[in-house]
């Protein structure tokens, strides 16, 4: 949700910001902003909608400026116009601030600084934040961000630049992600590690309540108390090519291409000499034999994941499991007792309502594990034990190969507890290795049809609605790909649990609607196919997952896609690979914008 951006050196600080925002967007697209500093003023430039059309009004204009901010923005409060884009500034235009978060006590703020004369320009709740830092300053741009954090509730990451003072700018922290970049006679600022790859390595996270002072050659970490925070550097792995579509048309694309070496990466990762090994797990032998449940929490993907995890925890682990979306978790009652655990699974690691539901945990004393993406992310830093998910930067907003990962994951988390926990032998664990060992070539495999379903896709991509069908393991599959095809194309679309058709949606099929029906030969294949019977019956549109050489589901339709065979625990993965193909070619027919789809952002960080 928003991304924000700052540097201050030598480089030509317009195009540094502008391509700090565009690595940024997926976070946020509604409007971008830039405000420089030179010869003691503030120049500012916005422009509503993508980044590239802020580049765009950007491109014959210089400047020899040496501190500035950026901000993409996801609408909150205001509409997405250009008054409401950031940065905003104070009447005399002496501060600048770019935010990221809400502020939820903006209200009674904002009527206190327009009585005190304070003369407010927008709707958003962030431009109080300028007009406090306006109020309180003194002679010291610290001093002044200091007092305004005092008088902010809510979540918030901002920068503060000033046309007094061209040799730092102010950053502060407080329930929303931001990062420092450390280069030679510069500094960046960065809302996540993507904008910072390209210019430098070192980074360091800040801690939660921190303000930091930046200047071309140094940066001071403070509490909100004001009394100076060591802080570490941490070296980031990722490197900027992998955030580079590389030729493909789409960042999905690419992502849906990447699948197979996300799960080799995963074994190579976790897996040595034919035995799951977990460096960051932290949790004890004894902590895993004794546990007594587990309790996933996850949003939208993370969530379906999660969905799929507790089959595959119960089936291989034995350890009672329970999965709760993060935001209705938050309030239901915890009752806590020794011996278990919550997990959170996040691809950014800084999702909201995932982020809150592990403190609100941790304060009732549970332990945390986490299933995360991105190393070095709030999530990733407060969890007791960590497993990553090891597929470098997703770019796409829909997330594709990072549900790969989190499947591939969690399955191996769930053999590893089985194994310790002494449910499988030793020849069932090794089947099971060696079964995860062949996936990437049956994901190739998958992925070579991609042709043949996008001219299937040209058949379908006019429909009102789609429903998608699956049973056990593949339930969640059929959420996700309904999920998809929501989020890519603007269609109405909703996943079913396949036996659950006739107590209710059955009433919907007629012979408009297309229902894909998940179908591999699993424990539920025979249920399945009598719910497509049922669908068939009612003159419903079939599009069959199907196992390779079932030839009765092509009786039932010629819109047939084959996944090769597979044991029913990694079936969910070979099984969405197609739906996450359909998403992609129907939306592309509807002229859709596939890697930025319209009112989303990649990661959520407001509640
Ligand atoms: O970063 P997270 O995994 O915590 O994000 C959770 C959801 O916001 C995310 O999966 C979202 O549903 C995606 N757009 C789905 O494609």
């Not at 200091?146 to 902010?152: A, D, H, N, S």
């Not at 999702?351 to 999530?379: H, M, P, Q, W």
């Not at 497993?387 to 470098?392: E, F, L, M, R, V």
């Not at 994901?443 to 429909?463: C, G, H, L």
Request: hydrophobic share 40%; proline share 3%.
């Amino acid at each position: 949700m928003c991304g924000i951006v700052g540097y201050i050196g030598d480089k030509d600080i317009l195009s540094v910001l502008i391509v700090g925002l565009e690595r940024l967007s997926y976070r946020g697209y509604d409007s971008a902003g830039i405000a420089v500093v030179s010869d003691d003023e503030i120049s500012v430039w916005k422009h509503p909608g993508k980044v590239h059309r802020l580049a765009k009004d950007l491109e014959t204009t210089t400047s020899h400026a040496r501190v500035g901010i950026g901000h993409t923005r996801w609408a909150t409060h205001g509409i997405p116009n250009d008054i409401n884009a950031h940065p905003h500034c104070d009447a005399q235009r002496r501060f600048a601030i770019v935010h990221n978060g809400i502020i939820e006590n903006y209200m009674s703020l904002r009527s206190e600084l327009v009585k005190e004369g304070f003369l407010f320009r927008t709707q958003t709740d962030s431009e109080v934040i300028v007009h406090l830092v306006d109020k309180y300053y003194n002679g010291s741009l610290r001093d002044a961000v200091t007092q305004t954090v005092k008088r902010l509730e809510g979540s918030y990451a901002f920068c503060v630049v000033s046309a007094l003072h061209d040799n730092h700018m102010i950053v502060a922290r407080k329930n929303s992600p931001i990062i420092v970049g450390l280069g030679k006679d510069e500094n960046y600022v960065s809302s996540d590690v993507n904008a910072l790859v390209a210019q430098t390595k070192r980074v360091v996270y800040l801690e939660e309540e921190t303000i930091a002072v930046l200047s071309d050659q140094s940066v001071e970490m403070y509490d909100f108390s004001g009394q100076p925070r060591a802080h570490t550097v941490s070296e980031v792995n990722w490197t900027a090519e992998r955030s580079e579509k590389n030729g493909y048309d789409h960042f999905m694309q690419k992502e849906i291409h990447e699948q197979p070496s996300v799960v080799r990466t995963i074994l190579d990762t976790y897996v040595k000499n034919n035995e799951i090994v977990f460096p960051k797990l932290s949790f004890s032998t004894k902590d895993l034999k004794n546990m007594s449940r587990l309790i996933i929490q996850a949003c939208g993907t993370s969530w379906h994941a999660g969905l799929i995890g507790k089959y595959l925890i119960e089936e291989l682990g034995r350890v009672p499991t329970e999965v709760d979306i993060s935001s209705e978790f938050r309030y239901r009652r915890l009752l806590s007792h020794a011996d278990e655990i919550v997990v959170a699974i996040s691809q950014s690691g800084e999702t909201a309502d995932t982020l809150a539901c592990i403190r609100e945990a941790k304060s009732k004393y549970f332990s945390i594990l986490s299933f995360v993406n991105t190393e070095g992310s709030s999530i990733d830093r407060e969890s007791d034990g960590v497993i990553y998910t090891a597929c470098g930067p997703e770019i796409g907003v829909a997330s594709t190969k990072n549900y790969i990962g989190q499947l591939i994951t969690l399955y191996l988390f769930s053999l590893h507890l089985g194994r310790i926990r002494n449910m499988i032998s030793d020849d069932v664990y090794q089947k099971h290795i060696h079964d995860i060992k062949a996936l990437p070539v049956a994901i190739e495999n998958v992925i070579a049809q991609a042709p043949a379903i996008k001219t299937m896709m040209a058949r379908y991509y006019s429909a009102k609605s789609i429903i998608f069908i699956g049973r056990g393991l593949n339930y969640p599959t059929a959420l996700e790909g309904a999920l998809k095809l929501k989020e890519l194309s603007y269609m109405h679309a909703t996943g079913y649990p396949a036996g659950e058709l006739k107590h209710g949606p059955i009433a919907l099929i007629d012979d408009n609607l297309p229902v894909v029906g998940i179908v591999p030969k699993t424990a539920t294949y025979k249920k399945m196919m009598s719910n497509i019977q049922e669908v068939k019956a009612r003159g419903g549109r079939l599009i069959l997952i199907a196992t390779e050489g079932d030839t009765v589901a092509k009786q039932l339709t010629d819109d047939v896609i084959y996944i090769p065979p597979i044991s029913d625990e990694l079936s969910p993965v070979l099984a969405v690979i197609p739906l996450q193909l359909m998403a992609y070619y129907i939306a592309l027919n509807l002229g859709c914008d596939v890697d930025q789809p319209r009112n989303l952002a990649k990661s959520v960080t407001v509640e």
